[in-house]
């Protein structure tokens, strides 16, 4: 298992990694993400919403490396986003502690998942390294040590995100969240957005999995609850629908 999964190896993670060559330019809040999603527009017909899907998994071939968990890929491995830090690095969004084990919990999960924060020592020099990346089931982003340089790590971002099934939002970041919706990710986050109503498999209704406590179990319940929706592609097809109305 990759050392980064366990609580108990991931507080060392503020050790600087060597190979790292961090920016010295400064980032402004979803800098290149946001830069990366400004012209993408949510489908509005049946052949453009078919293309989005075909782009899904176009995208997550390419990426099919790094959803390979201990060297093998899982039938329906899902591929998770985890905002852990604002994109500027000034603020946790979730408690460190309580994040360490979220993490450990995903070892018992069919999920792939990419820790997009700003305070940790990435595991990659940038992201496209990413398909290559054999490790657990935890890969470390920093957003801030990316060496790609901008034109690259906007386009590496932009595949990571069409590949992405779904992410983790810990805040009420409206524009993170338009973004994430553009792309057809299924977001997991706290029922205060307007953008989301909670998915109603009884009535298919709903574009998300939110939890009302921002606490370890409420965010790991409502994440399984988006996994077993996964297992079934018409379900969650029908649910990405939703998120691009």
Same mark, same amino acid.
């Given at each position: ?13 503020? =050790?600087?990694?060597?190979? %790292? ?13 946001? $830069?990366?999603?400004? &012209? ?13 899907? +075909? ?6 071939? +390419? ?6 968990? !201990? ?25 460190? &502690? ?5 993490? !450990? @919990?995903?070892? %018992?999960?069919? %999920? ?38 901008? @034109?690259?790590?906007? #386009?590496?971002? =932009? ?5 992405? =099934? ?8 409206? +524009?993170? %969240? ?8 299924? $977001? ?25 406590? #921002? !606490? ?14 996964? #297992?079934?592609?018409? !379900?969650?097809?029908? $649910? ?6």
């Amino acid at each position: 298992m990759h050392k980064a999964n366990t609580p108990k190896t991931a507080k060392k993670r503020t =050790d600087k990694n060597p190979k %790292i060559i961090k920016k010295t330019i400064s980032k402004s809040d979803l800098e290149n993400f946001s $830069i990366v999603g400004k &012209e993408r527009k949510l489908p509005a017909t049946q052949s453009v919403f078919s293309m989005l899907l +075909e782009g899904k998994k176009e995208a997550k071939t +390419e990426l099919s490396g790094t959803l390979a968990v !201990d060297g093998k890929i899982s039938g329906r491995t899902a591929l998770l986003l985890v905002f852990a830090t604002d994109l500027n690095g000034e603020k946790e969004l979730f408690p460190r &502690e309580e994040l360490f084990k979220l993490l !450990d @919990g995903l070892r %018992i999960l069919n %999920i792939k998942a990419v820790v997009i924060d700003t305070e940790q020592p990435s595991d990659l020099n940038n992201l496209g390294e990413l398909a290559d990346h054999q490790g657990g089931q935890i890969v470390w982003y920093n957003p801030r040590q990316d060496n790609s340089g901008r @034109g690259r790590e906007e #386009k590496e971002i =932009d595949r990571l995100l069409m590949a992405a =099934d779904m992410a983790i939002v810990f805040h009420e970041q409206h +524009e993170l %969240i338009k973004l994430m919706m553009n792309y057809g990710i299924v $977001i997991v986050a706290q029922d205060k957005s307007p953008l989301l109503e909670n998915y109603k498999p009884n009535e298919e209704t709903g574009n998300s999995f939110l939890f009302k406590k #921002k !606490d370890l179990w409420s965010v790991f319940a409502a994440l399984v609850r988006a996994l077993e929706t996964h #297992k079934f592609p018409y !379900d969650w097809n029908h $649910i990405i629908r939703q998120v691009c109305k």
